[in-house]
C-alpha cells in the first residue's frame, strides 16, 4: 500500500572459487545484476545490468568474495576475468610477470620470464607454452588465454542490516514520524492527544481538547482539529508527507487546508488550496516567498504557486519542502489556529521535519530520498534522482581499502582484525588470543598478497591490550610477502609509491644497529630496494634517527636513490609514511604523523627490474635488520596519496596505534 512508513537495507555478498583446469587460479571477478535495473551512469538513468563490485580471487585457494553494492539481493552472475595483458609497444622493457597479447590474438599471451627489452617490430609469437622464447631482449613464455567465465545466476548471501539512514543523521529542529508508534500518545479510539519530537529537541506537539484530537489512521488524520505546542521561531525549511487529501468537506470558498499556523493568528501559515488561481501557498498572509519542491523535482518560486495539482493527486501520497527567504514561526498543525477558525486540514500528515537553516543539496537529497523510499512514493522522484532507485543508507565503516581504485597495486595489512591473521602459515589455525604466533596474516587489499613465515620460530606474536592490537617484533621476528621482489616492482622502480606503517619501539634498542619496520632492502650496494627504518647506529647523523630510501634499480647495479631520515629520539606510536614518485619534485618525502621530517631527489636516471628481496613486515628485506617494537598495520599502494584520501588514511592508522592526533 502506498504509503506504508517502513523499507528495509540490508548488506549482501556473493563468493565462490575460482579454478581452471581444476586447480586454483587469482583472477579478477566482478558481480553483475542478473536482471537489468535503473541506475545512474553519468547523471544519466539507465536500464541495464548493473556492475555491484568485485574482488580478486585467492591465488593459493582460488576463494573469493564479494561485497554488493547497496545490499542488492536480486539474482547475479559473477563474470571472471584472465590477465590479457597489455598491447604490443616496440622497444618497450618488461619486469618479471608483465604480459603482452599479440596484435592479432592466437588464444595465447606471452609472460615475461627474465626482463628485458622487446624488439622494434612485433614478432612471430611462438606458441610454446614449455620452453620459454627470446624476444628482443626480454625472454617470455606462450600462457593460455582463458576467455572470461560466466557463472550463474546465483542468489546473493543477504543479512538484514540495521544500515538505514534517517534524519538523526543531521542537525533539525523537528522531526516527527507518525510510522514511529512509540512517539504518539493515543487512546483506546486512536485519538492522538501527543506527537512527540524525534529529534531530541524535545519539541513535542499536543492536544487536551479530546474534540480536537486528530486520530492515528496510518499517519494522524485530521478533521476539524489540531495539535499544537508554543510557537517555534526561526523556522527557515520544511519538509512535509501527506496524504488523503480530501476536499469534499464543505469549507469557505476558496476551500483552504493549512498545514502549518501559528497558534492565536491566522498570520504566519502554509496551507493548500483548490478553486482557485493557485494550489499552495507559502506567503503566511504577509507576503513571505520563497521555494517549494514536490516530489524532489526543481523548485518553484514564489508566494501563492500554482503545483498542477489535481484533486485526485492530492489525495495520494506527496512530500512537499518549503523554503522560505526570510524565517518564519509556527505553532499548530492542521489548523491555521484556534478553534474558532474556519479553515482546517481533511487529510493526514505523515511526517514532519522541520529546520533552522536549509540542508545542503545532497541533505536535501538524502531526505528526498528517504522519505519517497519509507512512503512507497519513489516511483514519484524525477529521472536521474540519485535515490529513486534505492533508499539511502549509511555507509559502512571506512577502512583503508576504500582506497583501491580497480587498477591499483598494493597490499593492507590490519592486526586488529584477528580474521585475517592464522598462527600457521597455511591459514589452518586461527589467531585468537594474546600471545599466539602469527605465521599468516591475510592482505585485505583484496590483491591477494599475503604475508606468511613457514619457519616456527621466526613468527611474530600478536598482542593485545583491548584497545589497540599489534605485532609483537624482535630478533629474527618477521613475515614476508612471498614473490613480491617481481610482482611489486613499483616499490624501487620509480613509478611512483606511498606506504605507511604505524609502529613504536620505544626507547630499549640495542646500540649499533638497524631495525628495519618494513622493507625490500638487502642492505648491500648491489641490492638495495624500499625501507623504512629505525637507525641506532654510531655517528651524528645515524645514531637514534628514523630513516626511508628508495634505491631505483636491479640487482647487480648501485642505484642509491634519496636517503631520507631525520633524528628521533624515541620512536613511540607513529604513523610513518614514504611517499615517492620520480615525476615529483621533491621525488620522495618522510612523513611522521602528518608532518614532513625530510625529502630528496634522484640524481639519476630511473631504471627497472626486479628486486633480489621480497617484501618484509618487521623488517626490511634481507632477514637481518628486524624491528624490536610494535606494528600495528602497514598500508602500500602504487601511487602517490594526497587530498582526502590522505587524510582519511592518516586518521584509520593513527586511531590503529594511539599515535597523536596532531
Known sequence: MEGSGTYNTQTSKVSGVVQIDGAPAKRIVRAFSYNSVSH??????????????????????????????????????????????????????????????????????????????????????VIDTETSQLYGTASMIARPFYRPMVHGP?????????????PALITNLVWLDSSDSSTLTTDVDGRVSGWADKSGNELDFTQTLEARQPYYQDGVFFSEDYLSREDLANIKFVMLVVNRVDLSPSQNYPKVLPLLGQEGTSQHHLFMQVDSAYDFSIDGSGGYSGDIYLNGEDPVAG??????????????????????????????????????????????????????????????????????????????????????????????????????LDEDEGVWFDPSDLSSMFQDSGGDVPVSADGDPVGLI??????GLHAIQVTDVNRPIYR?????????????????????????????????????????????????ATYGLVGTNGGSSSNRGMEIRYDDRSGASRNDALGAQIANGIQGQNPYG???????????????????????????????????????????????????????????????????GKFFGAFIINRRMEGDALADLRAFMINASGAPSE
Not at 83 to 95: P, T
Not at 442 to 447: A, I, T, W
Request: charged share 15%.
Open 40 to 125: 545512474l551512469i553519468e547523471g544519466q538513468a539507465v536500464l541495464a545490468s548493473k556492475s555491484l563490485g568485485q574482488a580478486s580471487s585467492d591465488a593459493n585457494t582460488g576463494a573469493y568474495a564479494i561485497d554488493l553494492l547497496d545490499g542488492y539481493g536480486n539474482d547475479v552472475f559473477v563474470v571472471a576475468f584472465d590477465d590479457y595483458g597489455g598491447s604490443f609497444i616496440g622497444e618497450d622493457s618488461l619486469d618479471v610477470g608483465d604480459r603482452v597479447h599479440p596484435t592479432t590474438p592466437n588464444g595465447h599471451v606471452f609472460e615475461c620470464v627474465s626482463s628485458g627489452t622487446l624488439p622494434e617490430e612485433e614478432p612471430v609469437w
Open 154 to 166: 546465483v542468489a546473493p548471501e543477504v543479512t538484514e542490516g540495521s544500515n538505514l539512514w534517517t
Open 303 to 404: 508566494t501563492n504557486i500554482e503545483l498542477g495539482l489535481s484533486d485526485d493527486s492530492m489525495f495520494e501520497t506527496n512530500l512537499y519542502a518549503i523554503e522560505w527567504d526570510e524565517t518564519q514561526e509556527f505553532g499548530t498543525i492542521g489548523r491555521f489556529a484556534t478553534p474558532s477558525d474556519a479553515y482546517y486540514l481533511t487529510g493526514a500528515v505523515l511526517e514532519v521535519l522541520m529546520f533552522t537553516e536549509t540542508p545542503s543539496s545532497q541533505q536535501m537529497k538524502t531526505l528526498e530520498g528517504y522519505l519517497a523510499h519509507k512512503w512507497d512514493m519513489a516511483g514519484k522522484l524525477p529521472a536521474g534522482h540519485p535515490y529513486k532507485a534505492a533508499a539511502p543508507v549509511i555507509s559502512p565503516a571506512w577502512t583503508p581499502a576504500n582506497l583501491f
Open 442 to 447: 591475510r592482505d585485505k587489499s583484496g590483491n
Open 464 to 512: 593485545t591490550n583491548g584497545t589497540h592490537h599489534w605485532l609483537e617484533g624482535g630478533d629474527q621476528l618477521r613475515l614476508i610477502v612471498p614473490g613480491s621482489a617481481s610482482t611489486m616492482a613499483y616499490l624501487h622502480d620509480g613509478s611512483g609509491v606511498f606506504v605507511a606503517v604505524a609502529a613504536s619501539m620505544g626507547d630499549s634498542y640495542n646500540p649499533g
Open 562 to 628: 634519496p636517503s631520507i631520515q631525520s633524528a628521533l629520539p624515541a620512536l613511540e606510536p607513529a604513523v610513518i609514511e614514504l611517499s615517492h614518485a620520480s615525476t615529483f619534485i621533491p621525488q620522495a618525502f618522510l612523513v611522521v604523523d602528518g608532518v614532513v621530517i625530510d625529502s630528496g631527489n634522484y640524481s639519476y636516471s630511473p631504471s627497472g627490474g626486479a628486486s633480489e628481496f621480497d617484501l618484509e613486515l618487521l623488517g626490511n628485506g634481507s632477514g637481518s635488520f628486524n624491528m624490536r
